[in-house]
């Protein structure tokens, strides 16, 4: 087995085949193997032992790993409830938000202060085995409309951050893994960072972990290549770890920042609802604030409740899906299911986490950062000794509570869905099928919806006129796409902006047959608006449309064959197109001051 090993690698061999380790499986065939292929699965071992990280109690690399995995293992095979003796209620610290009303208006305008000085983290990390899609999720287009991907959307938020603070750059962490490192930093050369700073983004790089094929915690070779471990990603917990050995979290508080925003890949609503959140976090004092939706009972997402052992100190923390009618019932209540007001009594995690730096990197540094992990296997026999497919450890990012002092107050900021919460995650066949039992459908489609939705809710909020078009359906999906409304974060990065720009009002009319896009310091006056209107203007440029009828023929969207050649995989896996002829497609780049009237006309001022 040793044969053509170096010393250092016949040592890790032996050691893999210990009893501590209990690897010996893997050597079978080792005999007649070719060196060179032996240490191709060396090398990987070593890599990540390398990189798992301590745990609390000092052991780290795949010692640690597999340590835990047996116990964790053990503790499902034996079915046992991790909550035994907990009682359950709703947090009392939060806010359950109506966007628009005063309240709003006033924590938005508080949190709208406090963007200059937060630092925003997006968990990148995850495969999109579920939506179908080959590519990383953030290189998908949030909409079809622009076109821009959510990486851009969101990078261009940072940017118009920046513009209205005169330049102080906010820094934007992406964790990636083993899946998407590549890709996505490949996306960000392509399109130049999408105007930050390169200095302004950290990547970091979550290790994969072996995945486990018993309760013996055995790692599992690949079956295209037997010198090849199969790995998974450990899950978005990873993130605290990465950000605490990084080094950056002191930077970040020498910087005067105050405040990390976590957020997920593809949830692009959420930046609507952030700034409100960071107002109520520094209102209530929050440590952890988690944003929420009014959470139908049964949905695939999590619940924020307060969790009180039988002893000692509760806590409030997201209940995964899968966990919480189990922990409901087994608490003698009855079940996931909704109250009076026809939603679950505990406000539905979108994990979007709004934390205090300050407490935060304490935290970390007293646990040393390593997150509590969970398994999850899926059995194929009574006796749950057999798995139906390898499974891994995993932690969650929701799960910091568990790291966070017992006198840091950990609450929630509740809103409306149609304004926080478009995540896409489901393939098709997913997405129909959740549609048909009434829920969101979450397909790349649906989340395109949810935009153009929102951005016409907001309009109207502001006074606007914005029919609603008919419904359209593709590929079995009926989906709301009319019209479609594009409003980038440079164009309006709160609500409250939004209704600064939109300073006619009733004046300001949009046809069911329309289509909107603005990018920039583009104020709306006087609009009229049956057909397709595309505004971009280049930093330094400010655009008034003023006294403006425009008509013409619009934008229709059209049937596409997913995977159809010509078309990136990203908009054709949504059944549709937007068929982009004619129109008024206004782009200034030159900085001054402009005015649009007249059915498109474009005057220096
Ligand atoms: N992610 C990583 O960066 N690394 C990993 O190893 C794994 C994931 P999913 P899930 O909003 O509806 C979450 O898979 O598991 C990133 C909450 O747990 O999309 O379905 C990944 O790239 C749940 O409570 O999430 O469920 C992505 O950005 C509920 O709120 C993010 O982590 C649900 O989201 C989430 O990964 C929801």
Same mark, same amino acid.
């Given at each position: 087995v040793l044969s053509g090993l170096t010393a250092e690698e016949a040592r890790l061999v032996c050691w893999l085949a210990s009893e501590e380790m209990g690897q010996a499986h893997l050597f079978a065939g080792w005999s007649a193997a070719a060196p060179d292929d032996k240490r191709r699965l060396l090398r990987q071992v070593a890599e990540m032992d390398a990189r798992y990280p301590e745990d609390a109690a000092g052991a780290r690399g795949l010692a640690a790993y597999v340590s835990h995995a047996r116990t964790l293992l053990a503790e499902s095979a034996a079915d046992l409830n991790p909550f035994d003796g907990y009682t359950v209620s709703v947090p009392r610290d939060g806010e359950r938000m109506e966007v628009g009303t005063a309240s709003f208006r006033a924590d938005e305008a508080r949190g709208g202060a406090m963007l200059k000085d937060t630092v925003f983290v997006l968990v990148a990390g995850g495969l999109g085995e579920r939506l179908g899609f080959d590519g990383i999720k953030v290189a998908l287009p949030a909409e079809t409309l622009s076109g821009a991907t959510f990486l851009e959307i969101y990078c261009t938020a940072l940017r118009a951050i920046e513009e209205r603070e005169g330049g102080r750059k906010a820094p934007l962490v992406i964790m990636t893994s083993e899946d998407t490192h590549a890709l996505t930093e490949a996306l960000l050369l392509e399109h130049g960072y999408y105007g930050l700073q390169p200095s302004?983004?950290?990547?970091?790089?979550?290790?994969?972990?072996?995945?486990?094929?018993?309760? !013996?915690? !055995?790692?599992? #070779?690949?079956?295209?290549?037997?010198?090849?471990?199969l790995t998974k990603p450990h899950g978005?917990?990873?993130?605290?770890?990465?950000?605490?050995?990084?080094? %950056?979290?002191?930077?970040?508080?020498?910087?005067?920042?105050?405040?990390?925003?976590?957020?997920?890949?593809?949830?692009?609503?959420?930046?609507?609802?952030?700034?409100?959140?960071?107002? @109520?976090?520094?209102?209530?004092?929050?440590?952890?604030?988690?944003? #929420?939706?009014?959470?139908?009972?049964?949905?695939?997402?999590?619940?924020?409740?307060?969790?009180?052992?039988?002893?000692?100190?509760?806590?409030?923390?997201?209940?995964e899906y899968n966990q919480l009618d189990a922990l409901l019932r087994s608490t003698g209540g009855a079940g996931d299911e909704a109250d009076g007001s026809g939603y679950s009594p505990y406000p539905g995690n979108v994990n979007t986490l709004v934390v205090a730096l300050g407490p935060y990197a304490d935290a970390l540094a007293a646990s040393g950062g390593a997150m509590p992990e969970f398994v999850n296997p899926k059995y194929a026999d009574a006796s749950r000794s057999v798995f139906k497919k390898p499974t891994r450890l995993e932690c969650m990012m929701q799960e910091l509570p568990k790291l966070l002092p017992a006198h840091a107050t950990v609450g929630f900021t509740q809103f409306e869905r149609w304004f926080s919460f478009s995540p896409v995650k489901n393939a098709i066949g997913d997405a129909v099928a959740q549609a048909a039992k009434g829920n969101y459908a979450a397909s790349p489609g649906a989340g395109e919806a949810a935009v153009y939705e929102a951005n016409a809710a907001l309009l109207r909020l502001a006074g606007a006129t @914005?029919?609603?078009? #008919?419904?359209?359906?593709?590929?079995?999906?009926?989906?709301? %796409?009319?019209?479609?409304?594009?409003?980038?974060?440079?164009?309006?990065?709160?609500?409250?902006? %939004?209704?600064?720009?939109?300073?006619?009002?009733? #004046? @300001?009319?949009?046809?069911?047959?329309?289509?909107?896009?603005?990018?920039?310091?583009?104020?709306?006056?006087s609009l009229d608006l049956d057909g397709a209107l595309s505004i971009r203007a280049s930093p330094g440029v400010s655009v008034v449309v003023r006294g403006a009828t425009v008509r013409n023929a619009g934008w229709c969207w059209e049937s596409v064959e997913p995977g159809a050649a010509g078309m990136p995989a990203g908009v054709s896996i949504r059944g549709y197109a937007l068929r982009k002829e004619g129109g008024v497609q206004i782009e200034l780049q030159e900085p001054g001051r402009y005015e649009v009237s007249g059915g498109g006309v474009v005057t220096r001022l």
């Open positions: 302004q983004v950290h990547l970091l790089r979550q290790a994969n972990v072996p995945a486990l094929g018993s309760n !013996a915690a !055995a790692f599992v #070779a690949s079956e295209e290549d037997p010198f090849t471990l978005h917990g990873d993130v605290h770890t990465l950000l605490h050995g990084s080094g %950056l979290l002191p930077a970040f508080a020498a910087e005067g920042r105050s405040h990390v925003v976590f957020f997920q890949d593809t949830n692009v609503l959420a930046f609507k609802a952030i700034p409100a959140a960071l107002g @109520v976090s520094e209102r209530l004092g929050l440590a952890m604030n988690s944003l #929420a939706v009014p959470r139908a009972a049964g949905e695939a997402a999590g619940a924020i409740c307060r969790l009180q052992p039988p002893a000692g100190d509760g806590l409030v923390m997201n209940v @914005v029919e609603a078009g #008919a419904p359209s359906s593709f590929l079995g999906l009926t989906l709301g %796409l009319s019209p479609p409304i594009s409003l980038s974060p440079r164009f309006a990065l709160t609500t409250d902006e %939004l209704m600064r720009r939109v300073s006619g009002g009733a #004046a @300001v009319r949009i046809s069911a047959a329309s289509a909107l896009e603005l990018d920039g310091d583009i104020e709306l006056s």
